[in-house]
């Protein structure tokens, strides 16, 4: 990645770190955004192009990651899966009334290079590779880094240097 388009992913997340978000729709908007930003600033480890994103149950969050990449990139799938589906995507989002699925999807993928999003703090402690929190009303994400290690996921230092890591 070039040092303008690094310079560019920073300053967009910390707009989006300091914005105040009141509405879930919003919510929805920006954990699209992240979402995106993620898979943009992750190496898989045999360079992966056409990726499928699974999002376990409905979430609104499907429809708004599916008008930013028919905006930005065709090379992206994203389709609603069952957690027995997940070892089958390359990245795979799990909204908050899914939280019980997780020990089963860390399961399913496990030593598979797939990269675990969660919508609720703290899930990165249980296997998550990222998780979405929240601060004072500001959208923001934890990494476990040591998750992604094992998954044998590269992340890009700028998106480290942005997030909590645990």
Known sequence: MNVLAKNLLVFFCLVFLFIPKNAAAQDEKFQAIFLYKFIENVNWPDDRRNLVVGIIGQSSVQDELEKIIQTRNGTIKVKQIV???????????????????????????????????????????????????????????????STLDIRSLKVSSSLLNLSQEI
């Open 83 to 145: 957690s027995e589906e997940a070892a089958e995507c390359d990245v795979v989002f799990l909204p908050k009334k899914g939280n019980s699925w997780l020990h089963a999807i860390v399961e399913n993928t496990n030593r598979k290079s797939v990269l675990i999003v969660t919508e609720t703090a703290g899930l990165t402690k249980q296997g998550a590779c990222i998780s979405f929190v929240r601060d004072k009303n500001k959208l923001g994400f934890a990494v476990n880094k």
